[in-house]
């Protein structure tokens, strides 16, 4: 059974990091493109971070851009989101997904259609 599991959530003060890990079982990372979403209270799931099943592009969108680190650790079939200075608006539910149909060296998290499995989501919430 494929699965991916996310950990790491938590509360934290603005200002503060977290890295979130998303771990797979009945499949290798290796190959796979895996992406970061998130959905807070209210809002639509956004795309935050993707990385390429190839040669480790990676993508940002602004909101998260130079404060968030996507990384695979594949000996640990694992993928992290490290992810400073953190602000109020980034509370949500954290999920990873995998789009194992793509191969290559891009990636894309401003849409979710090609990723086709997902995790079950970890709560971040920033607040003092």
């Known amino acids: 059974q494929l699965q991916l599991v996310e950990s790491g959530g938590g509360l934290v003060p603005p200002g503060g990091s977290l890295r979130l890990s998303c771990a797979a079982s009945?499949?290798?990372?290796?190959?796979?493109?895996i992406g970061w979403f998130r959905q807070a209270p209210g809002k639509e799931r956004e795309g935050i971070s993707c990385i390429s099943a190839v040669g480790g592009s990676t993508n940002y969108a602004d909101s998260v851009k130079g404060r968030f680190t996507i990384s695979r650790d594949n000996a640990k079939n694992t993928v992290y989101l490290q992810m400073n200075s953190l602000k109020p608006e980034d509370t949500a539910i954290y999920y990873c997904?995998?789009?194992?149909?793509?191969?290559?060296?891009?990636?894309?998290?401003?849409?979710?259609?090609?990723?086709?499995?997902w995790g079950q989501g970890t709560q971040v919430t920033v607040s003092s």
């Open positions: 997904a995998a789009a194992t149909t793509r191969s290559d060296y891009v990636c894309y998290y401003q849409t979710d259609y090609e990723y086709d499995y």
């Open positions: 009945g499949f290798t990372l290796d190959y796979v493109a």
